[in-house]
């Protein structure tokens, strides 16, 4: 196998550049580099040369084969971050016969190949690397740490007991077994079943958190939709006229709210209108409307206009700035910024409430196999309540079902999967 190296922090000027290496000639390189391996897992200052050519003053780091994020003899030369700097060092690995530049991804690919992670953990970790609010943190390192990987064994250990009393149904009918084992086997089935159910019930909460929210602003045109845009966004992301009708098309910002990632949607103002791009806007404002997640309702005195609010969506008083009068809802001004803090804690109250019911399921691969799981249990259960006759189908429903958990973690049927995922990660890891 070759040995790997590249730059795993970001490139450009820095305080520290960190360069990996991982390999059966990790440990080579840096004797050739250094003069010697340290003792693996102690940091220790050596100065790099290239033959008469000193290179840089830099702490190495090296680990074992079997106790690095790879699983392989891994090395980390921790660089003087100057660009002149890295790429000095860079230029001598390449010129080491048996050494090449990682692909990308190539490093985690290796420790889920070496049993280092699983392929969930694997997702867990490009989900962590991409993740902007602290919610998405949260998720990913319940998903890097293991857990699903954990509660997977949990349901696999218990199919495999029921496929075990199959089993031995089927080869040892003969022998001194249990005549039924129907009642215990259906147990099990049952109880997994219970709990894959809820973990698909809180897949929607754990997707959203991982791909973000959508919050809709939507009212009749010149309600100062694209003034509160404005007003979150703390800039001039959209247009704003007293000309309605000035918002054509659906503007998009996205931000960071109570530790959620969600994108606010500034669309077309609602009316029927004989303009055919105007009109072109408001059927599209219409549809991204029924598609967001949250829908904030900016009303004058008129009502909602064309749209009708769902149960959790906002209603707020539009313009709050101009009103004589005290209302009985919540009033904003986009202008003044008068009710914005209020209606900001009322979009995160609702979100939140949301996501408080999320699984560790993250992605529509893990939902797929549960799914694909569920139903070879419920032909297994349909099976064995026909007789003793249907058992072998039984058995191998359950084996079917074993099987789908086990794509969870990577242990089948996903070499097709690891391409694409792996071209989401950088080259350094």
Not at 136 to 156: C, I, K, P, Y
Not at 208 to 214: D, H, L, T, V, Y
């Amino acid at each position: 196998m070759d040995t790997i190296y590249a730059l795993a922090s970001a490139r450009g000027k820095s305080g520290v550049a960190v360069i990996r290496i991982s390999g059966p000639g990790a440990w080579g390189a840096v004797a050739l580099l250094a003069g010697d391996v340290p003792k693996p897992r102690f940091a220790a200052l050596r100065r790099l040369r290239l033959g008469a050519d000193v290179l840089d003053d830099a702490i190495v780091v090296t680990f074992a084969k079997g106790a690095s994020f790879t699983g392989e003899e891994s090395a980390e030369l921790q660089l003087h971050g100057a660009t002149a700097t890295v790429s000095a060092v860079l230029g001598a690995l390449a010129g080491m016969a048996g050494l090449r530049l990682a692909e990308p991804g190539e490093f985690t690919r290796r420790a889920l190949e070496n049993g280092r992670l699983d392929l969930a953990q694997v997702e867990g970790l490009a989900d962590l690397i991409e993740s902007e609010t602290e919610a998405q943190r949260r998720q990913a390192m319940r998903v890097l740490s293991g857990q699903v990987g954990e509660r997977a064994e949990g349901w696999r250990r218990d199919l495999i007991r029921a496929a075990a009393l199959l089993e031995a149904t089927i080869d040892f009918a003969d022998e001194d077994v249990p005549e039924d084992v129907g009642p215990e086997v259906v147990a099990l089935l049952t109880g997994v079943e219970a709990k894959l159910r809820r973990e698909i019930a809180g897949f929607g909460a754990a997707e959203r958190i991982r791909e973000g929210f959508e919050v809709a602003i939507v009212g009749q045109p010149n309600a100062g939709k694209s003034t509160l845009l404005n007003a979150l966004a703390g800039r001039e992301a959209a247009i704003t006229s007293e000309v309605a009708g000035t918002t054509r098309d659906v503007i998009e910002v996205r931000m960071d709210l109570s530790g959620l990632a969600v994108t606010f949607l500034d669309t077309a103002g609602l009316r029927q209108t004989e303009d055919l791009v105007e009109g072109i806007g408001v059927r599209r404002a219409l549809e991204r409307a029924r598609q967001a997640d949250l829908r904030v309702f900016l009303v004058e005195a008129s009502g909602t206009g064309m749209l009708e609010p769902g149960a959790s969506d906002i209603i707020v008083r539009a313009k709050a700035d101009l009103l004589a009068e005290s209302v009985d809802m919540l009033g904003v001004s986009g202008k003044t910024g008068a009710g914005l803090g209020e209606l900001i804690a009322l979009i995160g109250e609702r979100l939140s409430a949301r996501v408080a019911s999320a699984g560790v399921i993250t992605r529509v691969r893990h939902k797929s196999a549960i799914e694909n799981a569920l139903k070879a249990m419920e032909s297994a259960r349909l099976e064995i309540s026909k007789g003793p006759d249907r058992i072998e189908f039984a058995a191998e429903n359950v084996r079917a079902a074993t099987r789908a958990l086990d794509s969870l973690v990577g242990r089948v049927d996903v070499e097709h999967l690891l391409d694409e995922i792996f071209s989401s990660f950088c080259i350094g890891k």
